[in-house]
DNA sequence: GCGGACAAGATTGCGAACAATCTTCCGAAG
DNA sequence: CTTCGGAAGATTGTTCGCAATCTTGTCCGC
């Protein structure tokens, strides 16, 4: 992760990452002087950290009405996830060219630990080494553009982020998907490796699709 | 394009076009005060401007060492067509199953157009026909999320706008090359349009990373 | 002549106060 | 009872001012 450079930078993190855990809910409304003592700094910084936030379209800001959390709808999931489709099968084709045998042997450790997770039925863990595994493979890329634009998205997607794992007979699906693609980087073949995530993705949207009620706590 | 709201927006996209049109030349200093005169708005706006700029990777940041236009380097270039490319093919796919015959018809005249200023030479006219006819297929994509992230890849690319258009032999085959998109969205073809996009932004990254010298003025 | 401390100027970061705008609540008319 | 109007409160947008930090120029020792 980027080292935080200041006061400023300090609050930004600190509101993507009360985004991102839930405890700002979407919709909710941000107030400037609530959030300013909340994280002990000046509105001032507050202010920047949300007009950044807004930019990166995670909250939104109405002229004169304040900041919300970004509701994303359910067309706008799908959106989303199309869109990490292709940039994070981008990263996957790099990966396959780039990564280091260091790099393959984390990929597979992590591979390894969310195997163990679903014997145990451990769901949570399960959907965490499933984000180290996006992580690991994007960080083998080396590709900074891709890289930002898909951190910006998965930020937005807060509300689904358990939704895809909860469904029945899922999880399986999934584990051979991310399985597949590990493969494929691990063999340097950059096309399995690109059509190895997009089928993945595809996957993923294809569940969110159908999934369209049903909110999580 | 989106309408603006209010005076910040106002100077924002103002900056955004003094930046892409090259009036603010690519590691130049920002000075916030310099910069409210020129607009005629107070220093804050422009704060909250550059902020916005450099969270989509136009200027950089540096703390107490205030802003500078983003110069990217020839192999962030090649980043950012790769991750265009994918995003652009994406928005390809949707707009061969999206398009009305309306906007087909309109994609149809703007290639024409780019044929005439092509056979005229004018290869200042081509491009501009080019920006349109790829903006014209983000239209009729309606893939918002996929259009909001184009849109800041191609603010960064003021340096090599016209340089692929410049080397010898390249305007037929990117004339023909977007002639393919275009035929694969009117016959409401998708794999045929994202391959075709794909093929077309390759020839761009192709041309351009064989160019890693000379500057256009 | 050259390099490093030091001071002066320039610029950004931030807090406080004020103005502009929106929201809410209350009352009165229909 | 509903709806319109307006005033009070809340919240955002902007300006001002000052402290913190960086940059530049100068002077002194070597």
């Known amino acids: 992760?980027?080292?935080?450079?200041?006061?400023?930078?300090?609050?930004?993190?600190?509101?993507?990452?009360?985004?991102f855990r839930g405890e700002l809910q979407p919709n909710e409304r941000l107030v400037e002087v609530d959030l300013a003592a909340r994280l002990r700094v000046g509105r001032a910084v507050v202010r920047t950290a949300l007009v950044r936030l807004?930019?990166?379209?995670?909250?939104?800001?109405?002229?004169?009405r304040g900041a919300r959390v970004k509701l994303v709808s359910e067309a706008e999931a799908v959106e989303?996830?199309?869109?990490?489709?292709?940039?994070?099968?981008?990263?996957?084709?790099?990966?396959?060219?780039?990564?280091t045998t260091r790099e393959i042997d984390g990929l597979r450790r992590t591979l390894e630990r969310?195997?163990?997770?679903?014997?145990?039925?451990d769901l949570l863990g399960y959907s965490e080494g499933n984000a180290a595994l996006h992580?690991?493979?994007?960080?083998?890329?080396?590709?900074?553009?891709?890289?930002?634009?898909?951190?910006?998205?998965?930020?937005?997607m807060v509300r689904f982020q358990f939704r895809t794992i909860l469904v029945p007979g899922r999880p399986p699906e999934s584990y051979q998907e991310h399985s597949a693609i590990?493969?494929?980087?691990?063999?340097?073949?950059?096309?399995?490796?690109?059509a190895a995530m997009r089928h993945h993705l595809r996957g993923v949207e294809r569940?969110?699709?159908?999934?369209?009620?049903?909110?999580?706590?």
């Open 182 to 194: 590990v493969e494929a980087i691990a063999a340097h073949d950059p096309d399995a490796a690109e």
């Open 135 to 156: 992580a690991g493979i994007i960080a083998a890329s080396r590709h900074q553009t891709a890289a930002r634009l898909i951190s910006g998205l998965r930020a937005q």
């Open 54 to 64: 807004g930019q990166d379209g995670i909250v939104v800001l109405t002229p004169h």
């Open 80 to 99: 989303i996830v199309q869109t990490r489709a292709v940039l994070e099968a981008l990263t996957s084709r790099q990966a396959a060219v780039q990564a």
């Open 1 to 19: 992760m980027a080292s935080v450079r200041g006061p400023a930078d300090a609050a930004y993190e600190q509101l993507r990452s009360l985004i």
């Open 207 to 217: 569940t969110l699709s159908r999934t369209n009620r049903a909110e999580v706590p």
């Open 114 to 121: 969310m195997s163990a997770r679903l014997a145990a039925g």
